[in-house]
């Protein structure tokens, strides 16, 4: 049996994404197509599914790292998991008044440009502008903030101290962080394990698929209470003002049933990202995400993780459903290996507790370029070790991301990656290859040119492992065990028959015969009067 011969419960597969800082050069090539394929409507203007930023920065929305400003994500509370926003009175309570709502500002205001002044003003002796206006309202504005205010800045002094990470770190560190490095950070909604923005939806308008882990908002159900926008510690889920509606990061899905990778994978410029089914075990990640110390985080979130390898596991995910060609996908993926196998990949902010799904390779590049600018060779594995040891600005800030503090991991990941550079450099040379080398990383030469060529090489088919959709063919009864968020009829439990009941054309009843009925869809609906089911139990009707 893997992870410690413990006894296996309820396997689930999840499709997850890993990313390869490294590789990233900040070209907004991501951000931009899945504005075009998923945000590029009225009411999403400042809406940005996925993102870049420069590290160290604020981040967007700004500070949103800061969970005691923000109250996203879980913490424990008398050894038992609670979300931040509180519990169900607390919420209830600030249901019409939530101060830990970013306001606008807190993101950017969306602004355009006025060409048609370019066009249409008068002859003068001034020459005309495109003075900005809002996207919001129409009206003249300033342009003071945006999506990537931070970008190349690289903390610079005007933002350094803002920076909620840095904000945790010695004075030291603070000061002398913007000669260290800087790195960019792509980011998408993290499709939790355990998401908080599932637990405290008042309408359960949220919930996370069976099937793929996918966690998506029922249009139909969302009221726009807006409490999954504070609940949410990565702030990925977003208020859409012209339809009243949450929306987030799909995963693509479409794409994905299709066995394709999302948009923002496709047209990557720097081939940083990675797709593949993950398996793991339903049953441990309620324990795990309650781990008592935020720095066994990462190890906890590593053992609800099943090695598809082991007959035990396969036989298991069998039983419960899983395809076949969704077992042979967990052998062959990409996501696995470079988080299970060769432990390079960590996860963005274990501490939040939500078990999150899209990992990162950590930069090994601020490492070589401290050592290449005091004229050392950047890729002596003698000198790249010894100054992962003693660079401690960089690590101590890669942990404050990944590992909730705990610096051991990312030096053992930074160590592979170096480990694997040397490697490859004599292998290129035509050098003498030193065995010692790979053992010092708990690996063997054909598992780190293994890991090189994955890193390095993969072609199309080797970065996206994906099988086709399918449906759950599990037993309602198996419904109690089968998801990490709770028991039957509990937050994030997927009703198949709610979901895809008809919708109706208009505001009025429902199709008769469906778990709706009586409901209202407000996607049609013009804002006029009070269609009949807009309030529970009410008379409907309008006026």
Known sequence: MSRGDAPLGRVMAQVAMVMNLDKCIGCHTCSVTCKQTWTNRQGTEYVWFNNVETRPGQGYPRGYQDQEKWKGGWHLKHGRLVPRAGGRARR?????????????????????????????????????????????????????????????????????????????????????????????????????????????????????????????????????????????????????????????????????????????????????RYLGVILYDADRVGAAAATEDERGLYEAQLDCFLDPEDPAVRRAAEDAGIPHDWITAARRSPVHALISTYKVALPLHPEYRTMPMVWYIPPLSPVVESLTATGHDGEDPAKLFAAIDSLRIPVEYLAGLFTAGDPAPVEAALCRLAAMRAHMRRVNLGEPQDPAIARAVGLDAPGIEAMYRLLALAKYDERYVIPTGYAARTPEDDLTQGCSLGGHGGVGMFDADAFHAPLADAPGPRHAGTSLRGRVNLLNWNGRGRPEGLFPGGGGGSR
């Open 92 to 272: 209830l309570a600030r249901l019409f008044a939530n101060p830990e709502l970013p306001s606008l500002d807190d993101y950017y205001q969306p602004w355009t440009y006025d060409y048609e002044n370019l066009i249409s003003a008068p002859l003068g002796d001034d020459v005309p502008t495109a003075a900005p206006r809002s996207l919001i309202d129409g009206r003249p504005t300033e342009v003071t903030w945006g999506p990537n205010w931070d970008d190349d800045l690289g903390g610079g002094p005007a933002h350094l101290a803002d920076d909620p990470v840095l904000q945790q770190m010695n004075e030291r560190v603070r000061l002398e962080y913007e000669q260290a490095f800087m790195f960019y950070l792509p980011r998408i909604c993290e499709h939790c394990l355990n998401p908080s923005c599932v637990a405290v939806c008042p309408s359960g308008a949220l919930y996370k698929r069976i099937e793929d882990g996918i966690v998506l908002v029922d249009q139909d159900r969302c009221r726009g209470w807006r409490m999954c926008v504070s609940g949410c510690p990565y702030k990925k889920i977003y208020f859409n003002h012209q339809s009243g509606k949450a929306e987030k990061c799909t995963l693509c899905y479409p794409r994905i049933e299709a066995g394709q990778p999302t948009v923002c994978s496709e047209t990557c410029v720097g081939r940083l």
